[in-house]
């Protein structure tokens, strides 16, 4: 079965289902949830806390598998593929940004910005050159020998951010990137990976709960236990 999406379209998820525990204790973390981003196309997913956003992320992601339903990387069914084909995709096509920002402590920023680079070995001379050119996108040209510790928060999630994009993912998938940074840093990084979604055309899911955020999305969506709101889908002018 091809992609129900457009040619556009880089990610669709279609009546995609996640049960954890059985019995009793069974939790519906989404429920039968439906929804394509276009190339190029910052969605944000805004709900509450234990709605069910993580999860979708996940399973968008191939991180999880769902219980029911399917997920599309443009016209490749990510749901039908084998975990290996799953691993090459997660490295080779998909960006993840993390709360937490997710760096490896020993690396200077732009050793963690490569490291997406080596996995997928790319040679060491293309390696420099998008390392150097990633940075500077997020404005830390300057900072690429500095470790984590020695980076301010939204300096942290630039890094973060760099290293998302710099294999030039056809998705980019981030949980609350702005949960850990104070509100005006957190707007500067919204509008910088609005910036970088828009210019590098990757297809972004964004989950947040900050509602100031949500300004800066090309589409919004709401989650509530699991399920999409009926409003959902409303796009933004
Ligand atoms: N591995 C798991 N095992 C059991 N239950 C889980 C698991 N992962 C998530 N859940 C449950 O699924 C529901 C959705 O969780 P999820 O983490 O996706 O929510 P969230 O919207 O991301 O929350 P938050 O904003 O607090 O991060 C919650 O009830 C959670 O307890």
Redesign the pocket.
Known sequence: MTAPGGTTTALTAQDVSRT??TGAAK?H?LRAVSLSVEAGELLVVR??????????L?VLGGLDTPSSGRVWLGERELTAMRPDEVLAVRRDEIGYVFQAFGLLPVLSAAENVEVPLRLRRTPGPERARRVASALERVGLADHARQRPYELSGGQQQRVGIARALVAAPRVLLA??PTGQLDSATARRVMDLLREVVHTQGAAAVV?T?DPELVARADRVVD?HD?ALASTAGARRS
């Not at 709900?47 to 979708?56: D, E, N, Q």
């Open positions: 954890f525990g939790v973390a709900g509450p806390s234990g709605s069910g956003k993580t999860t979708l996940n949980d609350e989950t709960h989650l699991g």
